[in-house]
């Protein structure tokens, strides 16, 4: 079936570094590819999406960069700071003949001070 | 205020025991569903509806009904809970496909 696979699993980098997430999707079909931040006992909060027309997006801090060719698209956090640790995920919507959503697994991601 | 209303937060049960999980947004979006959350497994989706009377199942919808009887509300029922329903669960509601979904504050079931 259709799947999103997120890598890595855990993350951590130094205040002040980048940190990149990635994630490939399968179905082809899919055009909508969000990312939320999880903090601790949270729920999930959207920060940053890209639609398969556009290849990249920044929001200050923030982008997101699509290759749909590849299938594939990553989240880029530059000048990391201690409230960017959280759980990311990645997601990916719709499916052929549905209307789901498909989460990667998450990323944890570490800054240490 | 916008807002995705999960009742109740935390909910401990019995295997066998009928319960029901409310689910309110106040946004008027079209699109609700619900997650599951468990370790290592990211968020998967168990139903999914796309308006009123229209429900659709997601990855992992066994075990669980829902209902979309009114724009606002989508309960999620587990008619006979077993322990490996175990787990933290989310509605998230968007105006429709292609759209941020808004989550609510979740629910933690454990069923022994």
């Known amino acids: 079936g259709e799947n999103v696979e997120q890598h890595p699993s855990t993350l951590s980098v130094q205040e002040g570094d980048s940190a990149v997430i990635k994630c490939t999707y399968s179905?082809?079909?899919?055009?909508?590819f969000p990312w939320y931040k999880q903090e601790l006992g949270k729920r999930p909060q959207l920060i940053i999406d890209?639609?398969?027309?556009?290849g990249e997006k920044k929001d200050q801090r923030i982008a997101v960069t699509l290759n749909k060719t590849a299938k594939h698209f990553s989240l880029h956090i530059t000048e990391t700071q201690p409230e960017d640790s959280a759980v990311y995920f990645c997601?990916?919507?719709?499916?052929?003949?549905?209307?789901?959503?498909?989460f990667g697994t998450g990323t944890r991601l570490k800054v240490l001070a | 205020e916008a807002q995705v209303t999960q009742n109740p937060r935390y909910l401990i049960t019995v295997t066998g025991k009928k319960l029901t999980v409310t689910c309110s947004q106040n946004?008027?979006?079209?699109?609700m569903s619900w997650y599951r959350q468990d370790p290592g497994l990211g968020l998967r989706q168990i139903y999914y509806?796309?308006?009123?009377?229209?429900?659709d199942k997601g990855d992992v919808p066994e075990g669980y009904k829902v209902s979309r009887k009114e724009k606002r509300n989508f309960p999620l029922i587990l008619e006979s809970p077993s322990p490996n329903q175990t787990s933290l669960y989310f509605c998230?509601?968007?105006?429709?496909?292609?759209?941020?979904?808004?989550f609510g504050n979740g629910t933690r079931l454990t069923v022994t």
């Open positions: 509806s796309m308006n009123v009377e229209v429900t």
């Open positions: 998230a509601s968007s105006p429709g496909l292609n759209s941020p979904l808004h």
């Open positions: 946004m008027n979006h079209e699109y």
């Open positions: 997601a990916a919507s719709p499916t052929s003949g549905t209307y789901k959503y498909i």
């Open positions: 890209i639609r398969s027309n556009v």
């Open positions: 179905d082809s079909a899919s055009n909508y």
